[in-house]
């Protein structure tokens, strides 16, 4: 069975720092999409950015890029330049024949 | 603007009553989703629907029930034999279902308080 484990619960950063949010996941299909949501305390979830396994290129989307390591089956976030409105929960989701999302890190944003 | 709209916001309820959450969506998705959000254990899914008039269970359906007479609309109602209602409810869609669904599309969500 495929499972998503975020062993962060909570970060914390310095404005402007980079920082970096875990993710790992159990899987046996080779075709498949990974995701990182942001969910703010308005609480509706954002797409941040997106990663199709067949793809060897990380995904980056302006501040946000990824490190997905599909041999070791890690998929990892990493903020740079974090500004005070990151601040929110952060959720890994493998999307394949399932959809699962990890339990979520709270990330913390120090002015 | 297209989305997916969620009400009421905020729901109490007595024990013993049903109450149905309302989700509707103009994205033309044929895919929707429940989700139910619990302090530490991220987002459980509740039901899903791939196509109208075709629903099934996701990991913690006892308790709730949906229909999905309408492409747009995928309501949800709470039941009195869910022993533990009060939570956070998220709706979604996407495109198509089945496996690599691609992208999820959220509602704002709705919080439901039993008292």
């Known amino acids: 069975a495929q499972t998503v484990t975020q062993s962060q619960p909570e970060m914390s950063v310095q404005e402007a720092e980079t920082v970096t949010l875990s993710c790992t996941y159990d899987t046996s299909e080779s075709d498949y999409y990974l995701f990182w949501y942001k969910q703010p305390p308005s609480r509706q979830m954002i797409l941040v950015i997106r990663?199709?396994?067949?793809?060897?290129q990380n995904a980056t989307e302006n501040r946000f890029s990824v490190n997905f390591q599909k041999a070791a089956k890690s998929f990892s976030l990493k903020i740079s330049d974090s500004q005070l409105g990151d601040a929110a929960m952060y959720f890994c989701a493998y999307v394949g024949g399932k959809l699962i999302f990890g339990q979520g890190t709270t990330l913390q944003v120090k002015p | 603007d297209g989305g997916i709209t969620q009400s009421p916001k905020y729901l109490f309820r007595k024990e013993g009553q049903n109450v149905t959450l309302s989700c509707e969506q103009n994205l033309n998705h044929d895919a929707m989703y429940w989700y139910r959000q619990d302090p530490g254990q991220g987002l459980r899914l509740i039901y899903y629907?791939?196509?109208?008039?075709?629903?099934q269970k996701g990991d913690i359906a006892e308790g709730y029930s949906v229909s999905r007479e309408k492409k747009e609309s995928f309501p949800l109602t709470v039941t009195s034999a869910q022993k533990n209602p009060t939570a956070f409810y998220l709706c979604?869609?996407?495109?198509?279902?089945?496996?690599?669904?691609?992208?999820?599309?959220f509602g704002e969500g709705s919080r439901l308080t039993v008292l």
């Open positions: 629907s791939q196509i109208v008039n075709d629903f």
């Open positions: 979604a869609s996407s495109i198509r279902g089945g496996p690599n669904t691609g992208e999820l599309f």
């Open positions: 990663q199709e396994a067949y793809k060897q």
